[in-house]
């Protein structure tokens, strides 16, 4: 399973839990790793990724397993594939992580988390065919909608521009994180020929508005339609991680996807050059 962050991801699966009565024995693990997981958090964010560092929190895992070991239930299902991803995408080795995940399905099969979390990989499975379509070279599928001021919005209405179509949302550390480059990189070279479709994956319009206003540079249309994850262009082209980007030449044709930094502005400066 290929995660674009691991921080936001590591949070969102965290916070995924079941409804549970209060003062029951699942809650409780339920809140233990919540604290787990944000004292991993803590570390990565100062740097602390390798297994050495996360000791204490690896040990802390194996504590809540055998605590409860033998119970089926879908916050013991959580535990485990917090761990597992931890393997996966903090410590790099994915031979533990996919033989720790095949277990988990295994010995959890039937529960709700397990049946979500085979819903979400079928879904990631469609998602990597239908990426298929956004080759280097290839043809750019295009959309037709309305921006945010209701004008209408597609790639093909810039033909002969250089376009960057990007998946991004006010709440997500990554693509805000890249937004100076974007920016600046959209700054440059916009006076030639280059120009972005933000498509939001927001669903607050008002903080969506709130976040362009106040940030200076950003200006040019998005799409949104409240949906976040379910946002129909990212449906559209299998987005599953996000910031995610795709650069169309002035042909139409792909250029490439998820350019960051100097890569993004090295290739647009080359296709403009092109033209």
């Not at 998602?127 to 945010?148: R, W």
């Not at 990554?174 to 927001?202: M, W």
């Not at 599953?240 to 930094?261: M, N, Y």
């Given at each position: 399973m290929k995660i674009k962050s691991v921080l936001p991801l590591f949070a969102a699966v965290a916070l995924f839990a079941l409804p549970v009565p209060a003062q029951t024995t699942t809650n409780v693990l339920a809140t233990e790793l919540r604290a787990l997981v944000q004292q991993v958090q803590t570390k990565l964010r100062t740097g602390k990724t390798t297994e050495a560092d996360l000791a204490p929190e690896l040990q802390k895992f194996d504590s809540l397993l055998a605590a409860h070991a033998g119970e089926k239930t879908d916050e013991l299902a959580q535990v485990r594939y917090m761990k597992a991803m931890l393997y996966a995408e903090v410590l790099k080795d994915t031979a533990k992580a996919d033989e720790m995940l095949k277990q988990l399905k295994a010995d959890f099969k039937g529960t709700k988390?397990?049946?979500?979390?085979?819903?979400?990989?079928?879904?990631?499975?469609?998602?990597?065919?239908?990426?298929?379509?956004?080759?280097?070279?290839?043809?750019?599928?295009?959309?037709?909608?309305?921006?945010?001021?209701?004008?209408p919005l597609s790639v093909g209405a810039l033909k002969g521009k250089v376009v960057l179509v990007d998946f991004w949302a006010?709440?997500?550390?990554?693509?805000?994180?890249?937004?100076?480059?974007?920016?600046?990189?959209?700054?440059?070279?916009?006076?030639?020929?280059?120009?972005?479709?933000?498509?939001?994956?927001?669903?607050?319009?008002?903080?969506?508005?709130?976040?362009?206003k106040q940030t200076d540079g950003m200006r040019w249309p998005q799409f949104f339609d409240g949906q976040g994850w379910s946002n129909k262009i990212a449906v559209k082209y299998g987005v599953?991680?996000?910031?995610?980007?795709?650069?169309?030449?002035?042909?139409?044709?792909?250029?490439?996807?998820?350019?960051?930094?100097?890569?993004?502005?090295?290739?647009v400066s080359a296709a403009l050059t092109k033209k």
């Open positions: 988390f397990v049946d979500r979390l085979e819903k979400q990989e079928a879904a990631l499975g469609e998602a990597k065919k239908v990426q298929s379509a956004l080759g280097t070279g290839l043809a750019f599928p295009d959309f037709s909608e309305k921006d945010l001021n209701g004008q006010t709440w997500c550390g990554p693509c805000r994180a890249e937004l100076p480059n974007v920016i600046a990189t959209y700054k440059k070279h916009h006076g030639q020929g280059f120009e972005i479709i933000g498509i939001s994956l927001d669903s607050d319009r008002d903080k969506l508005d709130a976040f362009l599953q991680s996000i910031p995610f980007t795709v650069l169309v030449g002035p042909d139409g044709k792909i250029i490439g996807k998820d350019l960051r930094g100097e890569e993004l502005e090295n290739a």
